[in-house]
Antibody, heavy 118, light 110 residues
Framework: EVQLLESGGGLIQPGGSLRLSCEAS????????MSWVRQAPGKGLEWVSV????????YYADSMKGRLTFSRDNSKNTLYLQMNSLRAEDTAVYYC???????????WGQGTMVTVSS | QSVLTQPPSVSAAPGQKVTISCSGS????????VSWYQQLPGTAPKLLIY???RRPSGIPDRFSGSKSGTSATLGITGLQTGDEADYYC???????????FGGGTKLTVL
C-alpha cells in the first residue's frame, strides 16, 4: 500500500525549531519529487516546498524561505523538514505529498500539527 | 491573497451540475498543468484531476477538468451529498519558482 506517514509536530515556542519527518512506503521513493503543503486552522492549502527525487534541487515558499531546509534520505525512504525561527503564523497542519504540483499530488499523508505559541 | 482565484463558495441541488473556476496568469495556469483537490472535513486533500483534465484511477467520471488560457475549471455532475467539501486548484508558477494554490471553494449540495 502506498503510504506517507508524518511525524514530529507539536507545540513550540516562537523562535524555536522543529524537524518534521515523513516516511514513505509502497513506491520507489527515489524516483519521485516530494513536497510539503500546510494548512493553517480554518484556512486554505499553502504550498511550502518541493524536493527532487535525488534531493539536489529544492524550492521554498517565500513565506518560509531562509527558515526551512527540506532534505531526504532515499536509503530510509524519509523526508525531513527542518523549520527554524518559527512564528505564530507558522501554526498549521503540515502535509507531505508525493509528487510536484506540475503533475499533481497523488498521495498525501495524514498531516502533523505544528502549533507555535508561548 | 492567493495567486490563483477561486469563488469562495458554490452550491447546487443533488443530481445537478456545478463548475468551479480557477483564474491565474501566464506564469502559472497559462503555461503549466493544473491539478484539483477535494478536501472533506477533517481529512487530507485528495487528488481529483491532474494535468488539466486527467483523472486518477478510482475517481468517477462525474469529475472533469478543463483549461483555457489562464483559467481552469472543475466540473462535477450528478451531485451527491457526499461531494460537499472544499475544492482547491493548484499549479506551478514559473515566475515565482513556487507552487501555488487557489483559496479554495466550499461546495454545498442543497
Amino acid at each position: 500500500e502506498v503510504q506517507l506517514l508524518e511525524s514530529g509536530g507539536g507545540l513550540i515556542q516562537p523562535g524555536g525549531s522543529l524537524r518534521l519527518s515523513c516516511e514513505a512506503s509502497g513506491f520507489t521513493f527515489s524516483s519521485y519529487a516530494m513536497s510539503w503543503v500546510r494548512q493553517a486552522p480554518g484556512k486554505g492549502l499553502e504550498w511550502v516546498s518541493v524536493i527532487s527525487g535525488s534531493g539536489d534541487i529544492t524550492y521554498y515558499a517565500d513565506s518560509m524561505k531562509g527558515r526551512l531546509t527540506f532534505s531526504r534520505d532515499n536509503s530510509k525512504n524519509t523526508l525531513y523538514l527542518q523549520m527554524n525561527s518559527l512564528r505564530a503564523e507558522d501554526t498549521a497542519v503540515y502535509y507531505c505529498a508525493k509528487g510536484h504540483l506540475l503533475g499533481g499530488f497523488d498521495i498525501w499523508g495524514q498531516g502533523t500539527m505544528v502549533t507555535v505559541s508561548s | 491573497q492567493s495567486v490563483l482565484t477561486q469563488p469562495p463558495s458554490v452550491s447546487a441541488a443533488p443530481g445537478q451540475k456545478v463548475t468551479i473556476s480557477c483564474s491565474g496568469s501566464s506564469s502559472n495556469i497559462g503555461n503549466n498543468y493544473v491539478s484539483w483537490y477535494q478536501q472533506l472535513p477533517g481529512t487530507a486533500p485528495k487528488l481529483l484531476i491532474y494535468e488539466n483534465n486527467r483523472r486518477p484511477s478510482g475517481i468517477p467520471d462525474r469529475f472533469s477538468g478543463s483549461k483555457s488560457g489562464t483559467s481552469a475549471t472543475l466540473g462535477i455532475t450528478g451531485l451527491q451529498t457526499g461531494d460537499e467539501a472544499d475544492y482547491y486548484c493548484g499549479t506551478w508558477d514559473s515566475s515565482l519558482s513556487a507552487g501555488v494554490f487557489g483559496g479554495g471553494t466550499k461546495l454545498t449540495v442543497l
